[in-house]
Structure formats: structure tokens, C-alpha cells
């Protein structure tokens, strides 16, 4: 039961983490909405670069909490090996070649879930800006 409050809390934090970078990337990019309107290929890009790099954080953020749970608990030896643990399975690349003890597993289950839903999330949000230019240059362009 303990462990199910702490993925619980987990995962609770990692929506907070997401929706509040998600907030402040919206608010981000309402100041910078001429880039997305540019004509400049290289300023689009430029942009592009950076909204990937501050999603890539984000999701660093959260996996730093999953591996600093893991660490905390002692449930992984050392904090090396709690970032790489939470890397691949927030990732789900999942190796294999650490894996928690029994009863800590389930955690490793959530935090996959929560990193395939999560990364989603920002993959959504990156396609909704890029169709954003992209339906910009149509109309600049007159393309059906």
C-alpha cells in the first residue's frame, strides 16, 4: 500500500511538473508568436530548437524525481544508477540491466506509463505548433 501512494504521488507530481511547463511554454510562445509567423526558415528553426530543448528538460525534471525517489529509498545503489534506471524505463527503452527488487517493480511499470503518456503530451503539443507554421506559410503561400 505504501509503495502504491508513492507512485500515486509520483505520478501526481510528474502531471504537475508537465502542466505547469506546458503553461509556461504557452506563455513562452505567445511573446515570441512573430517567429512562428516568420518568414525566416532559420528563426522557425531557431525556435523549434529551443521549444525541443525546454520539452527535453521537462522531461529530465521528471525523470530526475523518479530517480531520486529511487535513490532516497535505496531501492538502487547510487544515483548513477537511478537516473539511467529512470531514463530508460521513463522512456520505456527499458534495457534490463537494472531492474528494482521485488515490490518496488510495480513503480517501474507506472513510471513507464507515465512517460509514454507524458511524452505524448509534448509530442502533441510540438505538432500542434509545427501545423501552426505550417498552415501560416499556406496562407502566405495560397496553398490549397
Do not use: K
Amino acid at each position: 500500500m505504501r509503495l502504491a501512494l508513492l507512485a500515486l504521488a509520483l505520478l501526481a507530481a510528474c502531471v504537475i511538473v508537465q502542466s505547469a511547463g506546458m503553461l509556461l511554454l504557452i506563455h513562452w510562445l505567445t511573446g515570441v508568436n512573430r517567429v512562428l509567423e516568420s518568414s525566416s526558415w532559420r528563426r522557425r528553426a531557431g525556435l523549434l530548437l529551443h521549444l525541443f530543448l525546454r520539452i527535453v528538460l521537462l522531461h529530465l525534471i521528471q525523470v530526475g524525481l523518479w530517480a531520486g525517489v529511487f535513490w532516497r529509498t535505496r531501492a538502487l545503489p547510487d544515483l548513477e544508477t537511478a537516473v539511467y534506471f529512470s531514463l530508460v524505463t521513463y522512456t520505456t527503452i527499458g534495457y534490463g540491466d537494472v531492474v528494482l527488487g521485488p515490490g518496488w517493480r510495480v513503480l517501474a511499470g507506472v513510471e513507464g506509463l507515465a512517460g509514454i503518456i507524458l511524452i505524448g503530451w509534448s509530442t502533441a503539443f510540438v505538432f500542434a505548433v509545427v501545423n501552426r507554421m505550417y498552415e501560416h506559410w499556406r496562407q502566405v503561400h495560397g496553398a490549397a
